[in-house]
Nanobody, 124 residues
Framework: QVQLVESGGGLVRAGGSLRLSCAASGRTASAYAMGWFRQAPGKEREFVAGITWSGSTTYYADSVKGRFTISRDNAKNTVTLQMNSLKPEDTAVYYC?????????????????WGQGTQVTVSS
């Protein structure tokens, strides 16, 4: 089993930055992609960013492209989401997830392991 634990959420003003981290433990040896998703109240969980095992390929939702950066450190079993120029519409619970695929997928059902989530609130 793989356990994922997110950290780094909080309250920030519009235009500010936050850095989310995801620490993986357990059976982490794999070549699977990792992703960040978010879910706002009353909305479906949506893809934010993904990264392949090597880190050579990343993919972002249009809504965060140019503002968010995903990275990973396989030696430390961590995945990071740097969020800059935050907007009130970025407010949500953010989840780290491990895919069942090597390639990045935007689909929630392609991810088999999830963290508990961390709250990000952006005030206007």
């Amino acid at each position: 089993q793989v356990q994922l634990v997110e950290s780094g959420g909080g309250l920030v003003r519009a235009g500010g930055s936050l850095r989310l981290s995801c620490a993986a433990s357990g059976r982490t040896a794999s070549a699977y992609a990792m992703g960040w998703f978010r879910q706002a109240p009353g909305k479906e969980r949506e893809f934010v960013a993904g990264i392949t095992w090597s880190g050579s390929t990343t993919y972002y939702a249009d809504s965060v492209k140019g503002r968010f950066t995903i990275s990973r450190d396989n030696a430390k079993n961590t995945v990071t989401l740097q969020m800059n120029s935050l907007k009130p519409e970025d407010t949500a619970v953010y989840y780290c997830a491990r895919s069942s695929q090597i390639a990045i997928s935007r689909g929630v059902t392609e991810y088999t392991h999830w963290g508990q989530g961390t709250q990000v609130t952006v005030s206007s």
